[in-house]
């Protein structure tokens, strides 16, 4: 069984002390509140049984979907491959069912609350109404070593007479089609406790077990990669409801738990955030073709009127084939996943009908519609943008629109791929790939509260730790203390590299730094500590990582890579280690701590023997330079020539281009900005030429950042990689930490204290910039009059910040009117306004 002593002595601690609390500020409570907090902060799980239903009444019609593997590329004016082409076979999925107990009370309700575990989704329904407005829910785990169980408080849902229902889907946890059918842990199950107290003190608790019925469910297929197909013919009226009879129905089946690790899900539940209107339609070589204007993830809502058993076919895409007749879904992943993302609604052909999925979504912009007796109105329609509710706590707008454009993509990127993990896309894998949360922690930190998900990300990675074996194209041996290169899950694609491995420790501290709660640090130090000493023992040669990924995905694609993968493996080795010492400070471990120093000094020693070439100044590549200075690996002194000979690989070797792939791209614009090359920001944020970011959006309409950038003619069909890939936006943090100059503190984690120091980027006239902070909001606004800046800030209470103005002179500079001694000072909470006479 999978359990985290840290956490576990951390919970009872703080349990022991929240009660003792309570007990000495009020000794006086009462018997029925002192009740109420004992329902509420324990879960008896002893008389709870697994409970399931595992018969098949569904036609095969609809209960199979085919499943094609290893597709040649199709031709251009091909709708789908034919058997010909591709070998064709057939996949049931488990059955989605329905689950329902009646049950009567006699006493005045004080309080209730349902905890329950359905795997892989459930809907959970009180009395004919779902409960709650969570979706896809529970959050995706290793479902063999943990588990997430939700509570809701039902309180005011009771009444007299009640019945409780449990829809059941397969999400992650009965998985059998993508990749591979053995990725499935097993058909749908739930664990169920309802626990009421009454006003007069006593308890009652209402347990999943042998007295509960089932049935089959109208969701005729569920995967999660796949779709759905919902019979609204088969529809149950009122199956949750006490009154109804359920004498048809059978008794359930008691299942095997899939695991004694039930936790408590602290991460924010997933939900519909907000509506995508679509803003075209056109009549399609079949069926109509159906714009929503943006590429998003989650799903369509439907309101038809058409005939009983009128099939409704929704296929989903990002990209349409060239003669936008046609949906074109090679980028969504078919060649692995086996067919096109496809809902599938069978109307019931009693008037307007309204629909949407409940246990799949999709990833696309377009959407073929096929099965509609007449022109569709854009009005019938509806997108659901569909992620973690995690709050969005950063905001970055310009005067430049191109610029707010790269913003705006880089944004819609990280939440379309936020569902109870970080995803590397949100169709193709869906897969918590390691090196990706890495690249993008920061810029996604300064815009999202992602305290808990990195929590669990971090939880997630211990949970996999010696499952894969090792990577064949490494020669590094498997080792018990390493991850895999997928954090949860099943598909895990071998035991991690030493790169992407690198997110074991910095996501943790890059959680510690912006948020400020060591917890992450104290619940992941064992794990850590194991992964440097493998590397430490088994992977590195004399301070050199000769191994990994690389810097993955520059443009025009992976044989582009002009940087070698051992400078970015022993850089991020660096990285490591300097955050390892910086941990163990914060735990109190100096002699450890100094250990991590001392080692840090040999690798950055050997670095630079190796990768650094004294000549030219230079590391040999753009992701070289970048890598080096925003590591720290730069010899001291430096900096400066490293950063301008970037300057020169930019706008020379590359005429005015970038190469770097994400481990390159994430610094990029900072380190140009931070040593005075803030021109070579602006013409690689302004020229749309391949490659640069404007070719995406502009000359492609992207409205997402792709998996990687090739030189693609309108003309012809995209490369069938990914088109939604949050790696990408790594180099989203500049906005905050390079534009608005909003930078952390790392010894006063949270933003306790933190830096400011914008760059006034040649040719924009203003930028506005917030973060909400554990300390409250930081907002950093400046634009340019005449020959002057008039840069606003406001420093939450409890905050200092220190301004940096590293070009510019004391004298240049005024802070509320008052002149400053130094272009480096510390200001107070409060709101704040400096003006800088604007010539360097």
Request: net charge negative.
């Amino acid at each position: 069984m999978y359990l985290n002593k840290n956490k576990i002595k951390a919970f009872l601690f703080g349990t022991i002390i929240c009660l003792s609390s309570s007990c000495l500020q009020s000794k006086k409570k009462d018997s029925e509140t002192a009740l109420h907090v004992d329902v509420f902060t324990s879960i008896n799980w002893d008389s709870a049984k697994w409970i399931g239903y595992t018969k098949d009444h569904r036609p095969e019609k609809w209960a199979a979907r085919d499943l094609v593997r290893n597709q040649p590329p199709m031709n251009i004016n091909t709708w789908e491959p034919t058997e010909e082409d591709l070998k064709v076979t057939r996949r049931k999925t488990h059955p989605s069912v329905l689950l329902r107990k009646a049950f009567s009370i006699t006493k005045e309700v004080a309080s209730a609350e349902v905890a329950i575990c359905g795997l892989g989704l459930y809907e959970l329904y009180l009395n004919g109404e779902k409960v709650g407005d969570r979706v896809l829910d529970p959050a995706q785990t290793s479902y063999d070593k943990r588990a997430f169980y939700v509570r809701h408080d039902v309180t005011k849902a009771l009444r007299k007479n009640n019945s409780l229902g449990v829809m059941l889907g397969n999400g992650f946890y009965g998985q059998n089609m993508a990749f591979a059918p053995g990725l499935s842990y097993g058909k749908p199950r739930a664990t169920m406790v309802l626990n009421i107290l009454y006003k007069d003190g006593t308890k009652e608790q209402i347990v999943t077990d042998e007295s509960w019925k089932a049935h089959s469910s109208p969701i005729l297929f569920d995967n999660i990669y796949h779709g759905e197909t919902y019979d609204a013919r088969e529809a149950i009226t009122g199956w949750s409801s006490y009154k109804f009879d359920d004498t048809s129905w059978e008794p359930v089946e008691i299942m095997k738990a899939p695991t004694q690790n039930l936790l408590e899900q602290d991460l924010e539940p997933i939900r519909k955030i907000r509506t995508v209107t679509p803003i075209a339609v056109w009549k399609a070589e079949r069926g109509w073709i159906l714009d929503m204007g943006q590429n998003m993830t989650g799903w369509l809502a439907i309101s038809v009127k058409e005939k009983e058993g009128t099939v409704v076919k929704m296929r989903f895409a990002e990209h349409l084939m060239p003669d936008k007749q046609n949906i074109d879904p090679a980028s969504t992943g078919i060649h692995v996943t086996g067919n096109t993302q496809t809902d599938i609604y069978i109307c019931k052909g009693d008037g307007t009908e309204t629909w949407e999925p409940r246990f799949t979504y999709h990833a696309f912009r377009y959407v073929q519609i096929e099965g509609l007796s007449e022109k569709p109105d854009l009005s019938q329609f509806t997108g659901w943008l569909v992620r973690t509710d995690a709050e969005r706590i950063g905001t970055f707008k310009s005067s430049d629109t191109l610029i707010n454009k790269f913003y705006d993509v880089s944004m819609w990127t990280i939440e379309d791929n936020i569902q109870g993990l970080l995803s590397d896309c949100p169709h193709r894998e869906r897969c918590a790939w390691m090196g990706d949360a890495y690249v993008v922690a920061e810029a996604a930190s300064f815009n999202f509260d992602l305290k808990r998900l990195w929590q669990k990300t971090s939880a997630d990675m211990e949970t996999v730790l010696g499952v894969s074996k090792a990577h064949f194209k490494d020669p590094f041996p498997y080792d018990a203390r390493t991850p895999a290169n997928i954090s949860v899950g099943k598909r895990l694609c071998l035991q991690a590299r030493p790169d992407w491995g690198a997110a074991t420790i910095m996501v943790p501290w890059f959680s510690y730094v912006y948020y400020g709660d060591k917890s992450i640090i104290q619940g992941a130090w064992e794990m850590m500590e194991g992964w440097m000493a493998y590397l430490d023992e088994k992977v590195q040669e004399g301070g050199i990582i000769n191994g990994g990924f690389g810097d993955w995905c520059p443009p025009g694609g992976n044989p582009e890579m002009d940087t070698a993968p051992a400078l970015t493996s022993t850089a991020l080795y660096y990285q490591s280690l300097v955050s390892m010492e910086k941990m163990a400070l914060v735990l109190e471990k100096r002699e450890v701590a100094n250990n991590y120093a001392e080692t840090a000094k040999l690798v950055k020693t050997a670095f630079n023997k190796t990768f650094f070439k004294e000549k030219t100044k230079s590391y040999g590549s753009q992701t070289g330079n970048a890598f080096a200075l925003y590591s720290g690996l730069v010899p001291k002194g430096l900096e400066q020539l490293v950063a301008d000979d970037l300057a020169n690989l930019i706008m020379k070797d590359k005429n005015g281009h970038y190469s770097t792939g994400i481990f390159g791209h994430r610094p990029l614009y900072t380190v140009l900005n931070d040593y005075g090359h803030d021109a070579v920001t602006k013409h690689l944020w302004s020229i749309t030429d391949y490659p640069s970011l404007g070719f995406m959006t502009e000359e492609h309409d992207l409205t997402v950042w792709p998996e990687g950038v090739s030189n693609w003619d309108k003309n012809e069909r995209y490369y069938r990689h990914s088109f939604n890939h949050p790696m990408q936006s790594g180099f989203a943090a500049s906005f905050h930490e390079s534009l608005g100059g909003i930078r952390p503190n790392e010894d006063y984690p949270g933003f306790k204290k933190f830096y400011l120091k914008p760059t006034f980027l040649e040719g924009v006239d203003w930028v506005e910039v917030t973060h909400k902070s554990p300390q409250g909001t930081i907002e950093s606004s400046w634009k340019k009059e005449g020959e002057e800046i008039i840069w606003t800030i406001s420093v939450p209470e409890q905050s200092e910040a220190i301004v940096q103005l590293p070009y510019y002179q004391n004298e240049q500079i005024k802070l509320n009117n008052t002149s400053v001694r130094a272009n480096m000072f510390n200001v107070s909470s409060g709101k704040h306004i400096i003006r800088i006479s604007n010539s360097k």
